[in-house]
Structure formats: structure tokens, C-alpha cells
T-cell receptor, first 113, second 112 residues
């Protein structure tokens, strides 16, 4: 099993550009989520999904969209990038809920100039 | 909203010394998880505690969940250079099992 994979590993965007961060898991997990990690801020939940077709907002959802058309994939879309979105983004998955053991992907380091 | 606080923010120790990080929640938690993130890496699950007063050990690591289920601690005995990293606690969001709230973490560095 590859576990949780994320692409790209690194990305530089200009302010106003849009892009999609990809996340996939091959463990048949129902729950998937996106976090951002900023220095000294820990991990903050952006959006999560409890199954295909079901998504909800986390702690810091503004400026981000998600969809979940399959169990395996959970892409994160930045609609119009801003310098405040410079961060490291982690995708995670677990069997059913946020309180199950979370499996994290390797992360995407995003810089917005 | 719910807050999960960790102290200290940083800890530097000599190899062989003990280390403890503390986690406190503003609300009662149904369970608490601990994760380790190596520098440049991603968080990796260590353990989950569920019962009031629970104590679990993993080799040199000892995890405790408080009697009131509002605090937890991670203690490492005789640190090694392989223990370097940031340790996070995380608990379910208030009234929700679908949102995990992380503390800001404790960065441990070990001098060989």
C-alpha cells in the first residue's frame, strides 16, 4: 500500500492564481481531511469528508474548496491564492472519523508571492 | 471554542535526560491522541488514550490521560537523538468526532 499520497511536493504561485492540491489514499478509508501547518500554529483543519459526496468545513475553510467524488481522492482547491495561504498542507485519512488514528501524507509546501 | 494547549513550546535536553510535554484542554475530551513529527516530515500517530486515568507505555515513552479527561502528558525516559521532533496532542472538537483539534506542539531537540 502506498498509504496517503500528495502532489505536488512543492509549489510556488503568484497572488490570484488558482491551483489544486491532490490527495489520494489506497486504504479504503472513509474519512479524509486537509490541514495547514504554519510555524508555531500547530495543525489547523481546513475541510474534511466522511465519505464520497460528503464534505464539511473545518477551522479555517475560507479561500479553499473541496469535493469528494470517490473514496480514494480528496483534492483541495485554492480559488485565488493569497500570500496568507503560504503554508505546508497535509492531507490525512482514517477509517471512519476524526478520532480514529490519522494517517498523514508527506505534505505540500506552498509559497504564494 | 475548544482549545488544546501544550507546554512547553520548546525543550532542549542532553541525551540521556528525561523529557515531558503537557497537554491541556478547555473541555472534557472523549479521547486524546499523540503524534510525532520529525523535522521536515509528516505527523505520525503514536497512541490514543480513552479512559480516565489511563497510562500506556511504549518502550521509553509513557502516556497519561488525566482523571478529569482534560489533560494528558507524554514522558520520555533517557532521551536519544532519535527522539528529536515535534510532539503534538490532539482531541476531538467540541461536540464532534469529525474534527480533530491539535495543540501547537512541543519541539524537542537532543544534544548528543
Amino acid at each position: 500500500n502506498a498509504g496517503v499520497t500528495q502532489t505536488p511536493k512543492f509549489q510556488v504561485l503568484k497572488t490570484g492564481q488558482s491551483m489544486t492540491l491532490q490527495c489520494a489514499q489506497d486504504m479504503n478509508h472513509e474519512y479524509m481531511s486537509w490541514y495547514r501547518q504554519d510555524p508555531g500554529m500547530g495543525l489547523r483543519l481546513i475541510h474534511y469528508s466522511v465519505g464520497a459526496g460528503i464534505t464539511d468545513q473545518g477551522e479555517v475553510p475560507n479561500g479553499y474548496n473541496v469535493s469528494r467524488s470517490t473514496t480514494e481522492d480528496f483534492p483541495l482547491r485554492l480559488l485565488s491564492a493569497a500570500p496568507s495561504q503560504t503554508s505546508v498542507y497535509f492531507c490525512a485519512s482514517s477509517l471512519f472519523t476524526g478520532t480514529d488514528e490519522q494517517y498523514f501524507g508527506p505534505g505540500t509546501r506552498l509559497t504564494v508571492t | 471554542g475548544q482549545q488544546v494547549m501544550q507546554i512547553p513550546q520548546y525543550q532542549h535536553v542532553q541525551e540521556g535526560e528525561d523529557f515531558t510535554t503537557y497537554c491541556n484542554s478547555s473541555t472534557t475530551l472523549s479521547n486524546i491522541q499523540w503524534y510525532k513529527q520529525r523535522p521536515g516530515g509528516h505527523p505520525v500517530f503514536l497512541i490514543q488514550l480513552v479512559k480516565s486515568g489511563e497510562v500506556k507505555k511504549q518502550k521509553r515513552l509513557t502516556f497519561q490521560f488525566g482523571e478529569a479527561k482534560k489533560n494528558s502528558s507524554l514522558h520520555i525516559t533517557a532521551t536519544q537523538t532519535t527522539d528529536v521532533g515535534t510532539y503534538f496532542c490532539a482531541g476531538p472538537g467540541e461536540g464532534s468526532n469529525y474534527k480533530l483539534t491539535f495543540g501547537k506542539g512541543t519541539l524537542l531537540t537532543v544534544n548528543p
